[in-house]
């Protein structure tokens, strides 16, 4: 099964983990034998009803539960396996467990097609949910339920689409549609906000599809980033926002920001854990504390695989290495490099063989190179900004000129709207290292809690400082010009 930790009474096949984290386990592992099977599993311990167990097995007698996120499962876990994998089999013995799922919630949504009021996990273990509260999120948990029945049920009509199922495909198409309509009316504003303003939310409604139009992805794609930032580029999503972030960000034209939260290493982080040792995910961000202690809550494990969903990311991002085609019976070969990284390489073998995408920056200079098994096609498009083209099997190798590094960057004071400094990567290190000369404590608590906006500046929250502190950031950005 796929479990989450190994190492206390537990392990069980938690649905909302693999839910999320089965596109990165299909480019990693060949996992089609072994999700088969489970899959399997979750056909027959789900509910008459169609509901599906929070673990499968049921070990919990959770049939009826039905969470969103988690019962998804029974349908974009097949998905998943169709698009990476190849499989189209799995979507002939699955289909009839997918349907149960978006029914059962077609059902619990009602008229209006709003799920409202069930018991829901939501963005399970935001950070800033209380620890004895996980499920206490800032995103709305009926606006991540009924987002991911949408989700769900748009998936599904794709799924009967490609089985040659027209008439499922036309119904459950036209459920998406109300389903689409009725969580716009009910969660987003006319000016493109979403209730419940939080970064999840917004990754919701960029990644599945639920926003309107180019100027609103664009202007809740502003808002995403701009709340990243507030936060200090640290993470402020769960179980549901954080492997749709990097994504989202990304599309709408902030990979920067994308990049910054990738590379941060104050808690809640990604890196955080390996600034401590950690070669594992763990479930809580903070399961490990600073001083080395372990975190006296609940719900502490140092093997979680389910927030790992971002190394998909890195492999069809950064790397540039994606399935164009179920199975990788095409590829698109797209790196977006990033200023924190001078080389990336992904390797994935297929049914056909091995797909590879690798680059290298040397100055302005970056080189990438492709190999493209036979019988396949790969289209590109280098970041450059020129036009994609089709290639076909073979070795391959592109030189492109990028902008040099920290061309953007703006010389800061302590004037400078801290936002700016954030965005500087020099000028941050420089405030954090001046302000841990003053005092480490303070330093920490200062650079968590402090909103990185366009009107705040160090000069203006200098009267909060300990004596010094301005003096030695002043200095430090005076060094750096």
């Keep these: 099964i796929p479990t989450d930790c190994p190492q206390r009474d537990e392990r069980m096949g938690w649905t909302g983990d693999i839910q999320v984290f089965a596109p990165t386990a299909a480019f990693l592992y060949?996992?089609?034998?072994?999700?088969?099977?489970?899959?399997?599993?979750?056909?027959?311990e789900q509910a008459a009803s169609g509901s599906v167990p929070i673990v499968v097995p049921d070990v919990l007698g959770s049939a009826d539960m039905g969470a969103a996120a988690w019962g998804d499962a029974a349908v974009l876990v097949p998905w998943a396996m169709w698009e990476r994998l190849g499989d189209r089999s799995v979507l002939e013995r699955q289909f009839a467990s997918m349907t149960g799922w978006v029914d059962f919630v077609a059902r619990r949504a009602g008229a209006d097609f709003i799920w409202a009021g069930d018991f829901q996990f939501g963005d399970w273990l935001d950070p800033s949910a209380p620890p004895d509260r996980p499920q206490a999120a800032k995103a709305d948990r009926d606006l991540v339920a009924t987002a991911y029945f949408y989700r769900s049920a748009r998936t599904l009509a794709r799924a009967a689409d490609v089985l040659g199922r027209a008439e499922d495909a036309r119904r459950y198409d036209d459920l998406a549609t109300q389903v689409r309509a009725a969580w716009r009316r009910a969660f987003v504003t006319p000016a493109g906000r979403i209730m419940s303003d939080a970064q999840t939310a917004y990754a919701l409604a960029l990644e599945f599809g639920l926003a309107d139009g180019a100027d609103e992805r664009a202007a809740m794609g502003n808002r995403l980033a701009q709340l990243v930032e507030i936060g200090g580029n640290r993470i402020g999503t769960g179980f549901v926002g954080t492997p749709l972030i990097q994504d989202a960000l990304t599309s709408t034209?902030?990979?920067?920001?994308?990049?910054?939260?990738?590379?941060?290493?104050?808690?809640?982080?990604?890196?955080?854990?390996?600034t401590l040792g950690a070669t594992t995910?763990?479930?809580?961000?903070?399961?490990?504390?600073?001083?080395?202690?372990?975190?006296?809550g609940e719900m502490t494990s140092f093997n979680?695989?389910?927030?790992?969903?971002?190394?998909?990311?890195?492999?069809?991002?950064?790397?540039?290495?994606?399935?164009?085609?179920?199975?990788y019976a095409s590829i698109r070969i797209a790196p977006q490099p990033i200023d924190q990284?001078?080389?990336?390489r992904a390797a994935h073998t297929s049914r056909f063989g091995v797909h590879e995408v690798a680059w290298n920056r040397d100055g302005d200079a970056l080189t990438v190179t492709a190999t493209v098994p036979p019988n396949t096609m790969a289209v590109v498009r280098l970041p450059d900004g020129a036009a994609e083209f089709?290639?076909?099997?073979?070795?391959?190798?592109?030189?492109?000129?990028?902008?040099?590094?920290?061309?953007?960057?703006?010389?800061?004071t302590i004037e400078s709207p801290l936002v700016d400094v954030l965005r500087n990567p020099r000028a941050y290190a420089a405030a954090e290292h001046a302000l841990g000369t003053i005092s480490p404590e303070f330093a920490a608590g200062f650079l968590a809690n402090v909103e990185w906006t366009q009107t705040a500046t160090f000069a203006a929250l200098g009267i909060m400082m300990p004596p010094g502190a301005l003096e030695a950031v002043a200095a430090e950005f005076a060094s750096l010009a």
Aim: charge should be negative; include cysteine; glycine fraction near 6%.
């Design 253 to 274: 034209g902030h990979l920067d920001v994308a990049a910054r939260l990738l590379v941060q290493t104050q808690c809640p982080s990604w890196l955080y854990p390996v």
């Design 341 to 344: 990284l001078t080389w990336a």
């Design 30 to 44: 060949d996992c089609d034998a072994f999700l088969s099977s489970w899959l399997d599993d979750l056909a027959i």
């Design 281 to 296: 995910i763990w479930e809580r961000w903070d399961s490990m504390l600073a001083d080395g202690s372990v975190n006296p």
């Design 390 to 412: 089709t290639v076909g099997s073979g070795q391959h190798a592109w030189t492109v000129t990028l902008p040099p590094l920290d061309a953007n960057a703006q010389p800061v």
């Design 304 to 327: 979680h695989y389910a927030l790992g969903a971002i190394a998909d990311w890195l492999h069809r991002t950064v790397a540039g290495l994606a399935p164009a085609a179920p199975g």
